[in-house]
């Protein structure tokens, strides 16, 4: 680069302004202007109103909104503390799983729930929840009887008439090869 194209390249990032993120009452606010310039039918300009009036409601709600904290990615010492005293028990987890952790979040995997203290150990309990107890069912049904519960979930009565076929061919024509 040369010392020019250095200058202006400088000057564009100290003068750059990111585009403002637009509010939902901006686009009604423009539609009224655009209606009322130049000559209007008193129906436009009633709805011109109405679009004002619904800015202002917009504008309302957007100032009574709560306003978003950014999420602070946590020190990379309590990470590591966390890591270790992970490994000291047993469990394998990643960076970003650990941040979870260390942000309140829980973690669900291979029947547990790990939670983070903040103390900065890991607590792991047995998950009980009724989501568990369901995909138990279903690792139980595909390893004894091999059935997969991903294609009776995702498409039942493609399953269904799978099963029907293989069963009973007579029926299955009757209901899904419309009598032939």
């Given at each position: 680069?040369?010392?020019?194209?250095?200058?202006?390249?400088?000057e564009s990032v100290r003068n750059y302004k990111p585009d403002r993120q637009k509010s939902p009452a901006?686009?009604?606010?423009?539609?009224?202007?655009?209606?009322?310039?130049?000559?209007?039918?008193?129906?436009?300009?009633?709805?011109?109103?109405?679009?004002?009036?619904?800015?202002?409601?917009?504008?309302q709600q957007e100032s009574e909104m709560p306003t978003r904290v950014p999420i602070v990615a946590p020190p990379a010492d309590r990470i590591a503390v966390l890591e270790d005293y992970a490994r000291t028990i047993?469990?394998?987890?990643?960076?970003?799983?650990?941040?979870?952790?260390?942000?309140?979040?829980?973690?669900?995997?291979?029947?547990?729930?790990?939670?983070?203290t903040i103390n900065g150990e890991i607590r792991r309990r047995k998950d009980t929840s009724q989501d568990r107890k369901i995909a138990e069912i279903w690792q139980h049904m595909?390893?004894?009887?091999?059935?997969?519960s991903g294609d009776i979930r995702y498409d039942p009565v493609g399953n269904y008439a799978d099963m029907l076929k293989k069963a009973d061919p007579e029926a299955w024509?009757?209901?899904?090869?419309?009598?032939?």
């Open positions: 680069m040369t010392r020019e194209q250095r200058k202006r390249f400088t901006d686009g009604f606010e423009e539609m009224a202007f655009a209606l009322t310039s130049g000559d209007c039918t008193d129906a436009e300009r009633d709805r011109a109103e109405t679009y004002m009036k619904a800015a202002k409601e917009l504008r047993g469990v394998e987890l990643s960076r970003g799983q650990l941040a979870l952790l260390l942000h309140g979040e829980n973690l669900r995997t291979d029947g547990y729930i790990i939670s983070a595909k390893s004894r009887h091999n059935v997969d024509r009757r209901l899904f090869a419309g009598g032939k």
